[in-house]
């Protein structure tokens, strides 16, 4: 599928940084704007106690429907799982003693609501410290936005450039991928018993890298008008921290002015982008019929 026109809005000052060094801001996500950005609030759909009882009466169930897949989850419990798989072929009565056998367990830590509840926001709490080990470049598919010329780009004083990737150099800014917009910030799994399922006979890399995706490419309904995508990249562990990263100068094809850029500024930033991409495209914003935003080349 081929990449949408995508932009950048800037600040004066975010402008001349960018222009000016040949790099973008690739923000941490601790500073966005939306403070539960690149977070989960919560690992099931449910309530802890509904996700327990799930967790808890459906265990057998999923051995049973997965009963000849050979297991995929860590050495650990592997062998249990395949013990437990030859014991129900052998005898398909032991899933329904086993299954009351657990529910009369009530002090296993395990099947404990308030030690599964302590362990889940302590699992929480983890993946959104690890989160903030990416760096972010968020854009949008709007150039005429409102709402954006006033919020980032310093009430339509700033700028917003167009970046195209130079596919020719691989450039990164191929990776760039499209914000899903939804009610409310989703929970790392979307179904407890899937949940079971993926940990015991799942593709494991493939689901980390579905969880992480979920995280990363998600935003509430309330940010839907920035039509966004993003940039992420993660930091490697023993990477010192950066928070900018160079573009290939003739990546920044269009500059579009704000309607209230003050005239030296104009000019200057005009000057630093033609500087970058001497074929670099400008345009001026203007207001058409009925105050639409527009633009027309200068």
């Known amino acids: 599928m081929a990449q949408p026109p995508i932009y950048k809005y800037l600040s004066v000052l975010g402008a001349r940084l960018t222009l000016g060094n040949g790099t973008f801001r690739h923000a941490k996500p601790s500073d966005f704007n939306d403070t539960e950005d690149f977070t989960i ?28 897949d050979p297991p995929t989850c860590g050495s650990a419990i592997k062998e249990k799982v395949a013990l437990i798989q030859h014991a129900f072929r052998t005898n398909p009565q032991a899933a329904d003693v086993i299954k009351a056998e657990i529910a009369k367990e009530p002090g296993n830590p395990v099947y404990n609501l308030e030690y599964m509840r302590t362990r889940a926001e302590a699992f929480v709490a983890e993946i959104n410290e690890f989160m903030q080990g990416y760096r972010v470049l968020c854009v949008t598919t709007r ?21 195209e990737p130079n596919l020719a150099k691989d450039s990164k800014f191929q990776l760039f991928r499209p914000v899903t917009y939804r009610e409310k910030r989703p929970a790392l799994y979307d179904d407890t018993l899937e949940f079971i399922a993926g ?57 579009y002015l704000g309607l209230a850029m003050e005239n030296l500024d104009r000019d200057d930033i005009v000057r630093m982008a033609q500087e970058v991409n001497s074929n670099i495209a400008v345009f001026g914003a203007e207001r058409g019929a009925g105050g639409k935003l527009g633009f027309v080349r200068v």
């Open 41 to 68: 609030q919560s690992i099931f759909p449910e309530d802890a106690e509904t996700a327990l009882e799930r967790l808890v009466g459906g265990f057998t169930d999923v051995i049973l429907k997965h009963i000849n």
């Open 143 to 163: 150039k005429d936005s409102e709402a954006m010329w006033s919020n980032y780009a310093e009430n339509h004083k700033g700028i917003a450039l167009r970046i």
């Open 199 to 255: 940990s015991l006979f799942g593709d494991q890399e493939a689901r980390r890298k579905l969880m992480l995706e979920k995280i990363v490419y998600a935003k509430t309904l309330e940010w839907q008008h920035e039509s966004e995508y993003r940039l992420a990249i993660p930091m490697r562990q023993s990477e010192k921290p950066w928070d900018t990263l160079p573009y290939h100068h003739e990546e920044i094809t269009e500059l």
